[in-house]
């Protein structure tokens, strides 16, 4: 496991990278473009970014293969810092095509060499909302300090095509450890609730009203995905999901007034993003890139279901919401279409094996 932690931690640095330049631009350009553009701004990235995971995760299982998709994901991003300059809206789509292509592309090499542990694959995982954070709360500054993560994403760029590009490894066999009907209807139904509290605290209560509040959830993200990862490797993952849920359950709930009780939650909360991750690769263990996609877009993209009826949305679609409704609920259709054709076909392999 030891080899494997550098292969973690470059493309978790890179990870957090991409997600601190995708909040610095939204955030940057919503205090220049207040309204409707913000907004619009928003919902494209979230479609590119979360909604375009799935898609990319089906190709690169398609055609097997990391560079091509890598290389391009991360020049993209390249692109998108270069163009946020003079251009910061065709910056946010560009980065959040490229942003879709390293959370599919990262997630596929840690899942292929982890070994079947949880420490790498949260050392991936945790800078991903920290960034996102940082990102947000520098976006005052000028977009001339994009180019100090440039200057990082260009680094690790010729350290990863140096060391050479991991192959594609297909497993034809499901692993042992699958979670039975019943543990997974308790997760799940801790999970939504989680999900629920953390929601609405997010857009109600401490991002608008608490002046650090997204600097300590990040931070509260960073910590639960590593110090969860590593427990959950100590004491095994079912023991440490009937932990985690409950409290993060328990502590959103509590935590609608006090930022401290609502970082331990969300702490809580993001520690199952490692196990959500191993969960769904060990499901479906010929389709990796499919389920990196599906764990760290797709899940995302549902979780945050009630932001598609805010207002403020609604009136950036205000001239085609017939068309956004129609596309909400075409995204939502095929992606519970293709879940059901991807668990189907594992459980016929499962059977005939």
């Not at 919902?43 to 690169?60: E, N, W």
């Not at 292509?101 to 800078?127: D, R, W």
């Amino acid at each position: 496991m030891k080899k494997q932690i550098p292969v973690s931690l470059q493309w978790g640095i890179l990870h957090g990278i991409n997600d601190w330049i995708s909040g610095y631009l939204l955030m940057h350009f919503s205090l220049s473009n207040p309204g409707k553009e913000s907004i619009t701004a928003l919902v494209l990235y979230v479609i590119l970014a979360f909604g375009g995971q799935l898609p990319l995760g089906l190709l690169v299982d398609r055609w097997k293969t990391l560079k091509v998709f890598g290389q391009l994901s991360i020049l993209l991003l390249m692109i998108a810092t270069i163009f946020s300059i003079h251009f910061i809206f065709t910056a946010i789509i560009i980065a959040g095509i490229a942003s879709a292509g390293i959370h599919v592309i990262g997630g596929t090499i840690c899942l292929q060499q982890s070994e079947n542990k949880l420490t790498p694959l949260g050392i991936f995982t945790a800078p991903g909302v920290a960034g996102l954070a940082f990102g947000g709360f520098c976006g005052m500054l000028s977009t001339e300090w994009i180019l100090l993560p440039l200057s990082f994403i260009f680094l690790l760029f010729w350290h990863i095509n140096k060391k050479g590009w991991p192959v594609y490894i297909k497993k034809n066999h499901p692993l042992s450890n699958l979670p039975g009907a019943h543990d997974l209807a308790m997760i799940l139904i801790l999970l939504l609730m989680t999900v629920r509290s953390f929601i609405f605290d997010m857009i109600n209560q401490f991002s608008v009203q608490m002046e650090y509040g997204l600097i300590i959830l990040g931070l509260s993200a960073f910590l639960g995905k590593i110090i969860g990862a590593v427990i959950a490797d100590k004491i095994g993952w079912k023991n440490w999901l009937y932990i985690s849920l409950p409290l993060a359950f328990f502590f959103c709930e509590i935590g609608r007034n006090n930022i401290w009780a609502l970082g331990f939650g969300v702490a809580c909360l993001q520690s199952s993003v490692p196990l959500t991750l191993q969960m769904m690769y060990t499901a479906l263990p010929e389709y990796p890139a499919t389920s990196a996609a599906m764990s760290l877009g797709t899940v995302i993209a549902l979780a945050g279901l009630p932001i598609y009826s805010l207002p403020e949305i609604h009136g950036a679609f205000a001239q085609s919401k017939e068309y956004y409704y129609s596309l909400v609920i075409v995204l939502f259709v095929l992606i519970a279409f293709l879940f059901w054709m991807y668990f189907k076909k594992n459980h016929q392999q499962v059977t005939e094996s």
